[in-house]
């Protein structure tokens, strides 16, 4: 089956500062990867998500990018600010599988 | 207001009791998942629905069993054979197979 493996398990970075987090997948034929947010105490929320038929995608400060031959696809946060510290996590599924497979979180913590 | 619910926040389980988390969702979503989450961990997926009833067992299912009678509601129920039934409870919904997850806000469920 999929698996996911996610690094840093956590990260602190001062806060207008950005935030990388790497994700890498074992099945070549994943080609759905979201990521969410997930604050203290609640569910988690997507944030981005990425097919595999692009490269990249950007929603504001936030942004995915996809590397198919490697199998890994990153989270890029710019200008962090305090609202930024959470818990997020990484997700890949397949074609032909009806789940996700997820990472095991990484811990963000903005420094003000 | 759409979105997914869950009840209770909290629920406190006695030894040999079975408990019954409730899922409910008003997105006219096919899919419905619950995942276990435990500290430091990621998410685990305990079962999965993609119409009403039918069902089928995630990576996680001994101690667990669940009912699809209705699209809109996916209960849970944790028995006795669960030894170690403390941990987060989320409930998703989505479109289907491959499609974006949406999460509920949890379950906190302690063993007395």
């Known amino acids: 089956g999929e698996n996911v493996e996610q690094h840093p398990s956590t990260l602190s970075v001062q806060e207008g500062d950005s935030a990388v987090i790497k994700c890498t997948y074992s099945?070549?034929?994943?080609?759905?990867f979201p990521w969410y947010k997930q604050e203290l105490g609640k569910g988690p929320q997507l944030i981005i998500d990425i097919r595999s038929n692009v490269g990249e995608k950007k929603d504001q400060r936030i942004a995915v990018t996809l590397n198919k031959t490697a199998k890994h696809f990153s989270l890029h946060i710019t200008e962090t600010q305090p609202e930024d510290s959470a818990v997020y996590f990484c997700a890949a599924s397949n074609f032909g599988n009806e789940k996700l497979t997820f990472g095991t979180g990484t811990r963000l913590t903005i420094i003000p | 207001d759409g979105g997914i619910t869950q009840s209770p926040k909290y629920l406190f389980r006695k030894e040999g009791q079975n408990v019954t988390l409730s899922c409910e969702q008003n997105?006219?979503?096919?899919?419905m998942y619950w995942y276990r989450q435990d500290p430091g961990q990621g998410l685990r997926l305990i079962y999965y629905s993609q119409i009403v009833n039918d069902f089928q067992k995630g990576d996680i299912a001994e101690g667990y069993s669940v009912s699809r009678e209705k699209k809109e509601s996916f209960p849970l129920t944790v028995t006795s054979a669960q030894k170690n039934p403390t941990a987060f409870y989320l409930c998703?919904?989505?479109?289907?197979?491959?499609?974006?997850?949406?999460f509920g806000p949890g379950t906190r469920l302690l063993v007395l």
């Open positions: 998703a919904s989505g479109l289907g197979q491959r499609e974006t997850q949406y």
């Open positions: 997105l006219n979503h096919d899919a």
């Open positions: 099945d070549s034929a994943s080609n759905y």
